[in-house]
Every structure is written in C-alpha cells, then in structure tokens.
C-alpha cells in the first residue's frame, strides 16, 4: 500500500470523525420515537411543530438571529475601516494595533470570556444585550479583518489616486471606488461574523444577561436534564441556519458580482 493512500484512507476516516454525528442528528431530527434514539421508528415532523410552539426555544431563536446580524453589521464596519487604515496609511504603531486585532483569535475563547467579565464586574457594569454584542464583535472582527486586508492588498492604490485627481473627495472615492471593490470580501467577512455569532457558546455563557438565551445556549440547558428529540431538531434548524446562510447569500453574492462584471 503506498503512502497516498494511507493518507487518503486517513483522511477519510478524520473526515467521518467529524461529520458521522451531524449525520446522526440530521436523522434522528425526523424520528417519530419518543425517545430521540436509535431504533428509528419512522418518519415523522412532530419535533418541529413541537420547536414552533415553544416560546423559550422561539425567543432564544429570535436573539440569536438578531445578534448575529447585529455583529456582522457592526464587526463588518469596523473591519472594513481597520483594514483600510492598516493597508492604506502608514503611521507608528501599526503593528501592535494589528497585533491587537487578531489577538481574540490567538487567545483561548475560555480565557477571553473570563477575563472581560472579570474586567466587567471591577468596573461595576452589569450584563446586557449590548455588552454581548460588542463580546460578539470583538470575537469576529479578526475574521473580517483579515478578509478585507486580503482583498484591499490586491486592490491597485492607482483606481483611487485617479479618482482623486478627478476632484473626488475622500469620502466619494472610498464610496464610489474603494467600497464596491472590497465589498465582495466585506460579505464574505460579514457571513464569517453571523455565523460565529449565530454559533458561539463558551463566551455567550460568561456573558449573557440574565434570562437572555441563544441558540446554542438553550440547547445547552436543555442538555442538562434530558436529551429530548427537540434537541436533535433544533440541531437541525441550527446546521440549516449556519451553512445554509453563508452557501445562499455566498451563491447570490457571486452571482450579482458576475452579473456587473458582465
């Protein structure tokens, strides 16, 4: 046997490691059994009508959507200035800000978590909505961050300095010019932010006000008394929001991007 396919054969076997219980938890979604397990008894939506008529499991649905969407519009913003900055200006001390900027990337979520809310409570301020917001941001910046560089290195400086010498103001050529170029790797950051929102569990538990749950989080509580087969559909509906968000605006993302290039 040759090394090409020992190493296909283990890449195969890492591969079914990894998805063989997303597959168990697709299949068990749709199991008319009481009890959520093997043997299937048949088939059966009774657990999602039963997700749609619980109010906790709708209400943590709804602000994890919100969130999500929330972080990507802020961390999206925020990243798409950073990288600006950090590629097209010089000044001191540009590399400890980077540095500072991919850093939540370099430190354990764990160890994050703790430590803001550590910081959190010496200065006396209390959990919220926002607070986990801005946790969220600080999370999934990286991630647009180095999207968006990628994409502005590749950008020629010369589209914008002739938009300059036309009479366009800063702000009209990074509108008219700069922004329409970079926004393809913009959405792209922006659907990296939704879904580590969407799916984030270690730093939303640390950092959730009381009585606000997500997704991940309900699924969580849940866990701890019985594994109900509404847990296996809501994994279901979670698996469907966070790849099939990013491949459907993905898809219709390089489709209006072809349309205008045609």
């Not at 997303?22 to 059966?44: D, H, K, R």
């Not at 709804?62 to 990288?83: K, Y």
């Not at 959730?208 to 087969?229: A, D, K, Y």
Request: charged share 10%.
């Amino acid at each position: 046997m040759s090394v090409w396919n020992l190493i296909k054969g283990y890449t195969i076997a890492v591969y079914f490691f990894m998805f063989a219980p997303v597959a168990v938890v697709l299949l068990l979604a749709f199991n008319s059994s009481q009890f959520g397990g093997f043997p299937i008894e048949g088939f059966s939506l009774r657990w999602f009508y039963a997700l749609a008529e619980n109010e906790a499991i709708v209400r943590a649905f709804r602000t994890s959507l919100a969130l999500g969407f929330c972080t990507a519009l802020l961390a999206t913003s925020l990243g798409i200035l950073a990288s600006l900055a950090l590629v097209r200006y010089p000044f001191r001390g540009k590399e400890f800000i980077t540095t500072l900027l991919i850093s939540p990337v370099l430190v354990p979520e764990t160890v994050l978590a703790v430590g803001l809310l550590i910081f959190l409570r010496w200065l006396s301020i209390p959990r919220s909505f926002l607070l986990l917001l801005l946790g969220h941001t600080m999370i999934a910046l990286p991630f647009v961050v180095l999207v968006v560089q990628a994409r502005l290195i590749g950008i020629r400086k010369e589209y914008e300095e002739a938009a300059r010498s036309l009479g366009a103001n800063p702000v009209q050529t990074f509108f008219q010019i700069t922004l329409p170029l970079v926004m393809p790797a913009a959405f792209a950051g922006a659907l990296f932010a939704f879904t580590i929102s969407f799916d984030n569990i270690t730093a939303t538990i640390f950092w959730r006000p009381s009585g606000t749950e997500t997704v991940p989080t309900q699924i969580f509580g849940m866990l701890r008394n019985s594994v109900s087969p509404e847990i296996n559909a809501l994994g279901f509906v979670m698996i469907v929001v966070t790849v099939g968000v990013p491949v459907l605006f993905g898809s219709l993302a390089r489709f209006y991007f072809r349309r205008r290039r045609a």
